[in-house]
C-alpha cells in the first residue's frame, strides 16, 4: 500500500467513525469492506495461496517473487488514520471503579495499538521464524505456541541449545494491556522484553551483529521491512523490535463466553457457570480483586506466596527487580483470559491442572512459604475456606473464559526458507485451516 492509498482509506473510515461510533460494530462487515475497498485490486494469478476473506491472512506470493504483507487489520481492529485501532464494547463502559471489583461492564486499561497492517504482519512473520536464534532452530512461537494459548505447555521452558529455564512461558493473548512484563515485571514494554528471549544463552540464544546480518543478508526480509516501515536502507534492531510488538499486541481476546454474557446475553453462561463467577468475584474468594475484569488481572505485581516445584530454590520475582525485601516472591498478577489452554500454571508451572491451582488459594494463607523466609503476603490472600464444590465451580467459570477468534494464521513458508518448528514438532494436530490451500484461490 503507498501513502496516497493509506490516506484514501482513512478518509473513508473517519467519515463512518463520525457517524455513529456505535454503528461501528453494529456494522463491522461493511466497515471492514469501506476500510480496504480502495486496496481490492488484487493479482489474483500471482497468489499461491490466501485467504481473502480473512482479514489476517497475508498474501503470500510464490517465494521467487517474495512475500507480500497483509493490507488489513486483524479482527478486532479498525484502520484509521492512526493504523490499527482496537475496537471493543468494553471500551464504551465506564470505569473500573464506577462498577465496583468484579462488575461485568467495566473498562479497559490503555493498550498498544496503531501499528500498521504491514507491520503486523512483518512481525507475525519474525515471530514464527527461527531464523531469529542463533543456531536457527528456534522461533518465539515455540515457547510461545498458538495452539497452546501463546504458552508452551511446559512447566519450564527449554531454550535453543536444549538449556532448561528457570520459568514457565506466559500467555501472550491481550499483552497489548501489559505495561509490565515478565513474572517479576523487570521490562516496561514488549520492545524491551523481546530483546531478553532474543539474547539470552538459555532462549533463542542470538546477538544484535548476528541477528542483523541474518535479516539483511536474506532474500525477502529487507523487502518486507521497506513495505512495513517504508524506509530502505538496511533493517534495524529498532524495526524488529517493533514489528513484534505489533504482531504481540494485535493478540486480542475479548470475545468469550462470558464477555457475551457481560455484554447481556445470560444464555451464554449456564448455571454453574454464573455460580462460579460468582464465587469467583465474591469477597470470600476474593479472585477479582486480583484477576479483575475484563483483563482478569489488574496489571499489578502481588505476593501470594505459591511454592516451587521439588527441588527447586525460592524464586524471589520482584524482589530483584524493585530491589525490595517486601516484593519478595511477588509476581505479576497473570491474566486468566484462555486459561484452559495454558497448563501448567504458576510462574513455576508447579500445578498441572487449573483445580489444583484454585484450590492453593484455599489451602490456608502462606501455606507453601519455606519455614523462615519473610513474605509480606498481599492482603486479599487469606483463609477463604471454599467447599470442594465451589472450587470446582470457580474452575468451570474460568474455563468460559476462552476465545480464540484472533488466532493468527501459522506461516508455513517462512522467509528464511528454515523449517516451521512448531508445525514440525507438533503436526499432528496443528495444521492451520486456514492455510490449507482452498479452491477458491488458486
Ligand atoms: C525458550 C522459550 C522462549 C522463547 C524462545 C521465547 N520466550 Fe517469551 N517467554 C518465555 C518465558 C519462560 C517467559 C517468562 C520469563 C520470565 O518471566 O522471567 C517469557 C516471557 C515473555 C513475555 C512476557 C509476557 C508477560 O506476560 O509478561 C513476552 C511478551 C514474550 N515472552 C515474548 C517473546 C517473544 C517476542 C519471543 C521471540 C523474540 C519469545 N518470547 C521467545 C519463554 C520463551
Ligand atoms: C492477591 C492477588 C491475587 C488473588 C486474590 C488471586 N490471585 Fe490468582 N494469581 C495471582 C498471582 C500474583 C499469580 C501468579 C503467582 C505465581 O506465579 O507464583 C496468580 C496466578 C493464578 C493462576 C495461574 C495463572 C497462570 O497463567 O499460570 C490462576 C489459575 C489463578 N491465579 C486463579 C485465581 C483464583 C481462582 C483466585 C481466587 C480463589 C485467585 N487467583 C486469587 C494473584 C492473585
Given at each position: 500500500m503507498n501513502r496516497s492509498q493509506l490516506g484514501a482509506v482513512a478518509v473513508g473510515v473517519a467519515v463512518v467513525v463520525g457517524l455513529s461510533t456505535m454503528a461501528l460494530f453494529v456494522a463491522a462487515p461493511s466497515t471492514a469492506a469501506l476500510s480496504t475497498a480502495p486496496l481490492a485490486v488484487k493479482t489474483q494469478a500471482n497468489l499461491k495461496w490466501a485467504a481473502p476473506e480473512d482479514p489476517f491472512a497475508s498474501e503470500l506470493e510464490p517465494v521467487d517473487r517474495g512475500f507480500k504483507l497483509a493490507k488489513h487489520c486483524p479482527p478486532s481492529f479498525e484502520l484509521t488514520d492512526k493504523g490499527c485501532e482496537l475496537r471493543s464494547l468494553y471500551q464504551f463502559y465506564d470505569s473500573v471503579q464506577g462498577r465496583g471489583v468484579g462488575g461485568t461492564q467495566t473498562s479497559l486499561p490503555a493498550n498498544r495499538d496503531g501499528f500498521s497492517p504491514q507491520q503486523i504482519d512483518l512481525g507475525r512473520f519474525l515471530f514464527f521464524d527461527p531464523l531469529l536464534s542463533g543456531d536457527g532452530s528456534q522461533s518465539c512461537a515455540s515457547c510461545h505456541q498458538p495452539d497452546k494459548g501463546f504458552a508452551d505447555g511446559k512447566a519450564?521452558?527449554?531454550?535453543?541449545?536444549?538449556?532448561?529455564?528457570?520459568?514457565?512461558?506466559?500467555?501472550?493473548?491481550?499483552?497489548?494491556?501489559?505495561?509490565?512484563?515478565?513474572?517479576?515485571?523487570?521490562?516496561?514494554?514488549?520492545?524491551?522484553?523481546?530483546?531478553?528471549?532474543?539474547?539470552?544463552?538459555?532462549?533463542?540464544?542470538?546477538?544484535?551483529?548476528?541477528?542483523?546480518?541474518?535479516?539483511?543478508?536474506?532474500?525477502?526480509?529487507?523487502?518486507?521491512?521497506?513495505?512495513?516501515?517504508?524506509?530502505?536502507?538496511?533493517?534495524?534492531?529498532?524495526?524488529?523490535?517493533?514489528?513484534?510488538?505489533?504482531?504481540?499486541?494485535?493478540?486480542?481476546?475479548?470475545?468469550?463466553?462470558?464477555?457475551?454474557?457481560?455484554?447481556?446475553?445470560?444464555?451464554?453462561?449456564?448455571?454453574?457457570?454464573?455460580?462460579?463467577?460468582?464465587?469467583?468475584?465474591?469477597?470470600?474468594?476474593?479472585?477479582?480483586e486480583c484477576h479483575q475484569p475484563p483483563l482478569f488481572t489488574n496489571n499489578q505485581i502481588a505476593v501470594i506466596g505459591t511454592p516451587e516445584p521439588a527441588g527447586m530454590a525460592l524464586d524471589i520475582?520482584?524482589?530483584?527487580?524493585?530491589?525490595?525485601?517486601?516484593?519478595?516472591?511477588?509476581?505479576?498478577?497473570?491474566?486468566?483470559?484462555?486459561?484452559?489452554?495454558?497448563?501448567?500454571?504458576?510462574?513455576?508451572?508447579?500445578?498441572?491442572?487449573?483445580?489444583?491451582?484454585?484450590?492453593?488459594?484455599?489451602?490456608?494463607?502462606?501455606?507453601?512459604?519455606?519455614?523462615?523466609?519473610?513474605?509480606?503476603?498481599?492482603?486479599?490472600?487469606?483463609?477463604?475456606?471454599?467447599?470442594?464444590?465451589?472450587?470446582?465451580?470457580?474452575?468451570?467459570?474460568?474455563?468460559?473464559?476462552?476465545?480464540?477468534?484472533?488466532?493468527?494464521?501459522?506461516?508455513?513458508?517462512?522467509?528464511?526458507?528454515?523449517?516451521?518448528?512448531?508445525?514440525?514438532?507438533?503436526?499432528?494436530?496443528?495444521?492451520?485451516?486456514?492455510?490449507?490451500?482452498?479452491?477458491?484461490?488458486?
Amino acid at each position: 500500500m503507498n501513502r496516497s492509498q493509506l490516506g484514501a482509506v482513512a478518509v473513508g473510515v473517519a467519515v463512518v467513525v463520525g457517524l455513529s461510533t456505535m454503528a461501528l460494530f453494529v456494522a463491522a462487515p461493511s466497515t471492514a469492506a469501506l476500510s480496504t475497498a480502495p486496496l481490492a485490486v488484487k493479482t489474483q494469478a500471482n497468489l499461491k495461496w490466501a485467504a481473502p476473506e480473512d482479514p489476517f491472512a497475508s498474501e503470500l506470493e510464490p517465494v521467487d517473487r517474495g512475500f507480500k504483507l497483509a493490507k488489513h487489520c486483524p479482527p478486532s481492529f479498525e484502520l484509521t488514520d492512526k493504523g490499527c485501532e482496537l475496537r471493543s464494547l468494553y471500551q464504551f463502559y465506564d470505569s473500573v471503579q464506577g462498577r465496583g471489583v468484579g462488575g461485568t461492564q467495566t473498562s479497559l486499561p490503555a493498550n498498544r495499538d496503531g501499528f500498521s497492517p504491514q507491520q503486523i504482519d512483518l512481525g507475525r512473520f519474525l515471530f514464527f521464524d527461527p531464523l531469529l536464534s542463533g543456531d536457527g532452530s528456534q522461533s518465539c512461537a515455540s515457547c510461545h505456541q498458538p495452539d497452546k494459548g501463546f504458552a508452551d505447555g511446559k512447566a519450564l521452558s527449554v531454550g535453543a541449545t536444549g538449556a532448561v529455564g528457570t520459568r514457565s512461558a506466559p500467555s501472550l493473548w491481550n499483552s497489548a494491556f501489559l505495561t509490565r512484563l515478565f513474572w517479576d515485571g523487570r521490562a516496561t514494554s514488549l520492545e524491551e522484553q523481546a530483546q531478553g528471549p532474543l539474547y539470552a544463552a538459555n532462549e533463542m540464544n542470538n546477538n544484535p551483529v548476528q541477528l542483523l546480518a541474518s535479516l539483511n543478508g536474506n532474500k525477502h526480509y529487507p523487502v518486507m521491512f521497506e513495505q512495513a516501515f517504508g524506509v530502505g536502507g538496511g533493517i534495524t534492531l529498532d524495526q524488529i523490535y517493533t514489528s513484534l510488538a505489533a504482531f504481540q499486541s494485535s493478540l486480542i481476546s475479548l470475545n468469550s463466553r462470558y464477555d457475551q454474557y457481560a455484554h447481556g446475553n445470560h444464555q451464554a453462561l449456564n448455571e454453574r457457570e454464573i455460580a462460579g463467577l460468582n464465587v469467583f468475584r465474591s469477597f470470600v474468594a476474593r479472585c477479582s480483586e486480583c484477576h479483575q475484569p475484563p483483563l482478569f488481572t489488574n496489571n499489578q505485581i502481588a505476593v501470594i506466596g505459591t511454592p516451587e516445584p521439588a527441588g527447586m530454590a525460592l524464586d524471589i520475582g520482584a524482589e530483584a527487580t524493585f530491589n525490595s525485601a517486601k516484593l519478595k516472591g511477588g509476581f505479576k498478577v497473570p491474566t486468566l483470559r484462555n486459561i484452559a489452554k495454558t497448563a501448567p500454571y504458576m510462574h513455576s508451572g508447579v500445578f498441572d491442572n487449573l483445580r489444583d491451582a484454585t484450590e492453593f488459594y484455599t489451602k490456608g494463607r502462606g501455606h507453601a512459604v519455606p519455614e523462615g523466609v519473610e513474605m509480606n503476603l498481599h492482603w486479599h490472600i487469606w483463609e477463604p475456606d471454599l467447599a470442594e464444590h465451589e472450587l470446582d465451580l470457580i474452575v468451570d467459570f474460568m474455563k468460559t473464559l476462552t476465545d480464540e477468534t484472533a488466532k493468527p494464521q501459522v506461516p508455513v513458508t517462512l522467509p528464511s526458507g528454515l523449517e516451521q518448528p512448531i508445525l514440525s514438532t507438533a503436526a499432528d494436530h496443528f495444521v492451520p485451516e486456514a492455510q490449507v490451500i482452498t479452491d477458491s484461490v488458486e
